[in-house]
Nanobody
Framework: QVQLVASGGGSVESGDSLTLHCVAS????????MGWFRQAPGKEREGVAA???????TYADSVKGRFTISQDNPKNTLYLQMNNLNPDDTAMYYC???????????????????WSQGTQVTVSS
């Protein structure tokens, strides 16, 4: 059973940067999309960024220009570089994957079936 392990969260100040990591326990799983999601207290889980196996990417409007998703296939690792963080970015962050090709590049959490545990990001003003 493949597992995803997320790490890299922390407590930072506005304007700081963090890089989240998501490592798959096996390179023997196939995926079409991998993504980063977040959930703040009292709010629904939302998609932050996703990347397809072909390298296409999509971002939530709230993080465009500040966050960058990338992958290192030989290391079975997904990254989320987060720059210029602000308090609105405070949330528990998760990575997830799906092998479903349809509906294509998406940030809909309901389309992803394999999830990591969360890593907390807290940004103070």
């Amino acid at each position: 059973q493949v597992q995803l392990v997320a790490s890299g969260g922390g407590s930072v100040e506005s304007g700081d940067s963090l890089t989240l990591h998501c490592v798959a326990s096996s390179n023997q799983f196939s995926w079409y999309l991998m993504g980063w999601f977040r959930q703040a207290p009292g709010k629904e889980r939302e998609g932050v960024a996703a990347i397809s196996a072909a390298g296409r990417m999509t971002y939530a409007d709230s993080v465009k220009g500040r966050f960058t998703i990338s992958q290192d296939n030989p290391k079975n690792t997904l990254y989320l570089q987060m720059n210029n963080l602000n308090p609105d970015d405070t949330a528990m962050y998760y990575c997830a994957s799906t092998s479903a090709i349809r509906p294509g590049l998406t940030l809909d959490p309901g389309r992803f079936g394999l999830w990591s545990q969360g890593t907390q990001v807290t940004v103070s003003s």
